[in-house]
């Protein structure tokens, strides 16, 4: 792939890096590329970072075509600028693209344009600790057009933020509500891609738990409502009884970089992992007798973020004294020492741009 660059004429002032806040700040250059039937994808570039211009009839604006992804550019001790399994975003963009009707993506192009991009924003990835560059690849139909089908051209953007530590004073425990209302994703439909559209329906819910003090909600299955799905936009594992039980990704659950890599950890470690159906009434079941001992979700954002209390109709418990456990902290520990480059990386996760 050839990609063009056009250089901003000034460059912005970096920010201080120990006050970033999540998702404000975008660095000076985006990737464009375009998609149109006929041509494919082509005219792939870097361009100065700024406003795009689109028709008022556009489809994205109406009929949510558009998926995303979301991966992190971190500093290692010796300078360098690592990844991590880029090449897993890729792909988890390419199987949303297609349950979207979005024309796929090469993996080699689209790590390849991550890196060229990261590369010319180099002094953006920040060195502070917990600090990293924050990437958002996006894709969305661009068709003047509001008739119901798929789009013949697209827009593939990704642009960049600088991020702050997510854990300031160690990893704090939060409060979750099981969301018994709202569903998130269903069988057949969109749960397993990062769509907009999914988070468009996960709002409300997400408003309700933070008017009732709990930071996030936990979905049950869209069907029964009686299954764990997911924590907020982040998976959820749990540690019941010493072995380590998560949902299967069962087409409505997101398949998430950081649960498979927890996954691998986890086995490598030799505890035992299930990935099954895991009901509400279960966890309830296993907190009563003293056999919920961890729970956390998974995610690129905050790695691993423990779950100190969980509220389920007008059921409430806490999960280890409301303190993040051992296996929790190891993980945290484990994952950012391999993405930050200070911790041996057996697996090749870790790749230096
Ligand atoms: C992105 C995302 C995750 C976490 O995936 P990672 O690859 O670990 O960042 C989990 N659930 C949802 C709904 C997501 O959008």
């Not at 300078?79 to 897993?88: H, I, K, N």
Request: with cysteine; aromatic share 10%.
């Amino acid at each position: 792939m050839e990609i063009r660059v056009e250089k901003a004429a000034t460059l912005k002032e970096l920010p201080d890096p120990n006050t970033l806040v999540f998702g404000k700040t975008f660095t000076d250059h985006m990737f464009l590329m375009n998609y149109d039937a006929g041509q494919g994808w082509h005219d792939g570039r870097i361009v100065p970072y700024g406003p795009l211009s689109l028709e008022p009839c556009a489809m994205v604006l109406h009929y949510a075509q558009e998926v995303f992804e979301g991966l992190k550019a971190y500093r290692d001790p010796q300078g360098g600028v690592r990844l991590f399994r880029p090449a897993d975003n890729a792909e988890r963009f390419q199987n949303s693209c297609q349950r979207l009707c979005i024309p796929p993506i090469p993996v080699e192009d689209f790590v390849e344009a991550v890196k060229a991009l990261v590369r010319l924003e180099e002094r953006w990835v920040p060195g502070v600790a917990g600090t990293s560059l924050y990437i958002r690849p996006f894709v969305f139909a661009t068709d003047p057009s509001l008739g119901v089908h798929a789009s013949h051209s697209y827009l593939f953007c990704i642009i960049c933020c600088p991020v702050g530590a997510y854990y300031k004073e160690g990893l704090s425990p939060v409060k979750i509500y099981v969301e018994d209302e709202d569903v998130r994703a269903v069988r057949g439909g969109t749960g397993f891609t990062k769509c907009g559209g999914n988070y468009a329906a996960s709002i409300r819910a997400g408003e309700r738990a933070e008017e009732k003090g709990f930071s996030q909600v936990l979905w049950l299955d869209g069907v029964e409502r009686k299954y764990i799905e997911e924590v907020g936009a982040m998976n959820v594992l749990f540690k019941v009884d010493g072995k380590v039980i998560t949902p299967a990704l069962n087409g409505s659950i997101l398949p998430g970089v950081t649960r498979r890599s927890c996954l691998d950890l986890l086995r490598d470690w030799g505890c035992v992992v299930e990935e099954r159906r895991i009901t509400a009434q279960e966890l309830f079941d296993a907190a009563k007798a003293g056999k919920l001992e961890e729970a956390w979700g998974s995610g690129t954002a905050a790695v691993i973020s423990p779950i100190g209390t969980l509220a389920w109709e007008d059921q409430s418990v806490v999960i280890n004294g409301g303190k993040i456990g051992d296996l929790s902290q190891k993980l945290y520990d484990t994952l950012t020492g391999i993405q930050w480059g200070v911790e041996p990386d057996p697996y090749g996760w870790s790749v230096k741009l």
